[in-house]
């Protein structure tokens, strides 16, 4: 790869928000709260291809800040990446993978190797000591095949044939772990990575709302949106507003408020000012 065309890593850390974050945490008495997907990902390999999965949920803390969130991060045409962690952080980092993977093909004209974008955000990662809050699944498949690699945020990587990963990856594992199959079909590795993901979900606060599915081949990829719906807000049967006169009153009480008003006047121009006694 030409040198000119990926970003070099530079020893030390990058300062560059501190003197903003301190000034913003002098605002308020209460933290910040970052963003983050919670999240449960999960994917597999089957006979040829790639399916990766994930929920739509993010929160702040112990609120939902969104149940659409797409979570599997487009690299290029035959590479996804699924991120868990800080939202702004996996979404940036993949959007810097992805471009550097476009210059590639662009200075080359072939098509880009998951073993390239895995050593792009390896190394970014690794820069950062794990500062930067993204654990990702990245997949995808090119002229040696289908690749599956888990990617932890100090900048640690394995292959594996299948993988979980976020708040919910204990309750993914178990289901991978006792279904999976080398010799499994697409559909019965969609099914086995929206059961994975779904079984996340029902045991993971931070995890929730939807099933997003991405299926990678040699012929081509697949995104399927809302593959799945987990949680279905439910529906009113009636109003459970009482009518005005429901509840009988039996007594009442006026209390006098004595307050006092004070008005303020407000010079706008140097000609309203009162001259000034020396």
Same mark, same amino acid.
């Given at each position: 790869m030409d040198s000119q065309l990926v970003d070099l890593p530079k020893g030390g850390f990058v300062y560059d928000n501190c003197r903003r974050n301190a $000034?913003?945490?002098?605002?308020?008495?209460?933290? !910040?709260?970052?963003?983050?997907?919670? #999240?449960?990902?999960?994917?597999?390999? !089957?006979?040829?291809?790639?399916?990766?999965?994930?929920? #739509?949920?993010?929160?702040?803390?112990?609120?939902?800040?969104?149940? &659409?969130?797409?979570?599997?991060? +487009?690299?290029?045409?035959n590479i996804y990446c699924c991120g868990a962690g800080t939202a702004a952080d996996t979404h940036q980092v993949t959007r810097m993978v992805s471009s550097q993977i476009e210059l590639h093909r662009l200075n080359t004209g072939r098509k880009p190797r998951v073993i390239t974008a895995l050593r792009l955000l390896k190394q970014h990662l690794f820069k950062y000591q794990g500062h930067i809050g993204a654990a990702c699944i990245l997949g995808g498949v090119d002229n040696f095949g289908p690749h599956l690699y888990g990617v932890y945020p100090h900048g640690s990587s394995d292959k594996v044939p299948y993988t979980t990963m976020?708040?919910?990856?204990?309750?993914?594992?178990?289901v991978l772990e006792t279904k999976y199959r080398p010799d499994?079909?697409?559909?019965?590795?969609?099914?086995?990575?929206?059961?994975?993901?779904?079984?996340?979900? !029902? $045991?993971?606060? +931070?995890?929730?709302?939807?099933?997003?599915? &991405?299926?990678? #081949?040699?012929?081509?990829?697949? !995104?399927?949106?809302? +593959?799945?719906?987990?949680n279905v807000k439910g529906v009113r049967a009636r109003s459970y507003l009482p009518k005005p006169g429901t509840t009988k009153c #039996?007594?009442?009480e006026v209390k006098r408020i004595e307050y006092e008003v004070v008005s303020t006047r407000v010079i706008r121009d140097m000609e309203e000012r009162e001259p000034m006694v020396m």
């Open positions: $000034n913003l945490s002098k605002l308020s008495d209460l933290p !910040f709260k970052m963003t983050k997907t919670g #999240t449960t990902l999960a994917a597999v390999t !089957f006979d040829g291809g790639i399916v990766l999965g994930a929920d #739509t949920r993010t929160t702040e803390g112990s609120i939902i800040a969104s149940g &659409c969130c797409e979570k599997i991060h +487009y690299i290029a045409d976020g708040s919910g990856s204990l309750a993914s594992m178990a499994l079909s697409r559909e019965d590795a969609m099914e086995l990575v929206r059961q994975a993901i779904l079984a996340g979900v !029902f $045991n993971d606060l +931070y995890s929730g709302t939807g099933v997003d599915l &991405c299926v990678i #081949t040699s012929k081509g990829t697949e !995104f399927l949106r809302r +593959y799945d719906v987990a #039996t007594k009442s």
